[in-house]
C-alpha cells in the first residue's frame, strides 16, 4: 500500500455514514445512487478522503440533504467582508495572497484541499500559456 495520507474528514465521513443508515442503504446501494464505486464510498466514510466536486452534489442528493446540511456550511461561513474598491491602486503579491486566502478559508472545511488545488492547477496552467506565447 503507498504511503499517502488522509486527507478526508472523518467528523463529515460519520454525517454521511449516519445518514446512509438512517435511510437503510448499504455503502453500494450508496455508491450506485452516485455513480461511484464502493471502495471510493467507504475512503468517504472513514475520513480517508474527501468527497470530490463531481460527486458533491449527487451523494447529497441522495442522502436527501442540501450541501449546507452535508457540508455544515450554514453553520460555519463567517460572514462576508466587503470587497476593496480602489482600482486606482494595484494590489500587492500580499494583498493578493490574504485575499486567495481569505476566500479559500471562508469555504467549508471539507472542500478547501479541491478549491486549493483548482486555483493552482488554474495559475500553472496560465503560467504555461503566457510561456508559450512568449516562445512563439
Do not use: C, H, W
Not at 443508515?21 to 472513514?46: F, N, W
Request: proline letters at 6%.
Amino acid at each position: 500500500m503507498s504511503g499517502s495520507s488522509k486527507t478526508g474528514d472523518l467528523e463529515l465521513g460519520l454525517k454521511i455514514a449516519d445518514r446512509r443508515e438512517e435511510l437503510g442503504m448499504s455503502r453500494k446501494d450508496l455508491a450506485q445512487a452516485i455513480g461511484a464505486s464502493y471502495p471510493y464510498v467507504a475512503q468517504i466514510e472513514t475520513g480517508y478522503r474527501l468527497p470530490s466536486t463531481r460527486y458533491q452534489v449527487p451523494l447529497a442528493k441522495a442522502l436527501g440533504m442540501s450541501l449546507d446540511e452535508l457540508f455544515g456550511t450554514e453553520e460555519s461561513l463567517p460572514p462576508t467582508r466587503p470587497r476593496r474598491t480602489t482600482a486606482s491602486r494595484r494590489s500587492s503579491i500580499d494583498d493578493v495572497v490574504e485575499q486567495a486566502a481569505n476566500e479559500v478559508e471562508s469555504l467549508p472545511a471539507p472542500v478547501r484541499l479541491e478549491a486549493l488545488s483548482r486555483i493552482q492547477l488554474r495559475i500553472m496552467q496560465g503560467v504555461v500559456e503566457e510561456q508559450a506565447r512568449a516562445r512563439g
